[in-house]
């Protein structure tokens, strides 16, 4: 291995190293799968010690660009998985501040844009993933915590409906921020059986292939999720939380 550019003073040199590293993953001058160096190695073949490679490492791993087999020291490459990402993402709107306002405009853009695709591209097995949510939702009226958790699932089923993974890349982390207002709606306000028909309205436009009726109906349901939220007596401008339980 190449000795690594000479870090920067702003920066500090286990995240250069780190970053050298993820550009070669991504570069294909390490492959997915590939075993790395040990850190006495790596930290001899970059020159330096060995708890900046500890870190470099550490880094790597939490972003996803390395991993560790179980019951084993040797580390290989990897690429993110689209969890990670998601979860890279989401930390950061969190860091940022991103007001539950702000994620409602997002997802007020994106969800009725994924129900009208997914009314084109769905396949059996989409359809049949959407009424096995429906059935457990009709299950769960009295139960806020699951309803939420069921609420969670039906929009990340609509977004693999549409086979877009861009689409679906894009709503998750904003989707799973959603989780702690939202529950906070369902448990202040009776709105399980309004919640349920507008997923049921949506589905079946899915299923007819009725595009501007999939997207005018999931409209209609992010419009209800704000009164809702005002109903409740919710501050839209309180920044978004990391959720204690996602789908």
Do not use: C
């Not at 590293?21 to 570069?27: C, P, T, V």
């Amino acid at each position: 291995m190449q000795t690594l550019p000479t870090p920067s003073q702003s920066q500090p040199a286990f995240r250069a190293f780190a970053a050298e590293i993820e550009r070669r993953i991504l570069a294909g001058e390490i492959k997915p799968g590939d075993a790395l160096p040990s850190e006495a190695k790596l930290a001899e073949a970059l020159g330096v010690n060995r708890s900046t490679v500890r870190e470099a490492i550490r880094v790597l791993e939490q972003n996803g660009f390395v991993r560790r087999e179980v019951g084993r020291k040797k580390l290989f490459a990897s690429i993110p998985q689209s969890g990670d990402i998601s979860q890279r993402l989401k930390l950061v709107m969190v860091m940022e501040n991103v007001t539950f306002e702000e994620l409602w405009e997002a997802m007020y853009a994106l969800e009725p844009a994924a129900a009208q695709a997914a009314s084109r591209r769905r396949d059996d097995g989409d359809l049949e993933a959407l009424d096995r949510n429906l059935a457990a939702t009709r299950e769960a009226l009295s139960d806020s915590k699951r309803l939420t958790e069921l609420d969670i699932e039906f929009h990340m089923l609509v977004a693999r409906a549409t086979s877009n993974r861009a689409l679906e890349a894009a709503r998750t982390p904003i989707g799973e921020l959603f989780y702690p207002p939202f529950l906070s709606v369902m448990s202040r306000l009776n709105a399980a059986e309004r919640l349920l028909f507008a997923h049921e309205q949506i589905v079946e436009a899915i299923r007819d292939r009725d595009a501007p009726k999939a997207r005018e109906w999931m409209e209609k349901h992010i419009l209800d999720f704000r009164r809702g939220y005002e109903l409740a007596n919710l501050d839209m401008e309180r920044p978004a939380q990391l959720p204690e339980t996602t789908s």
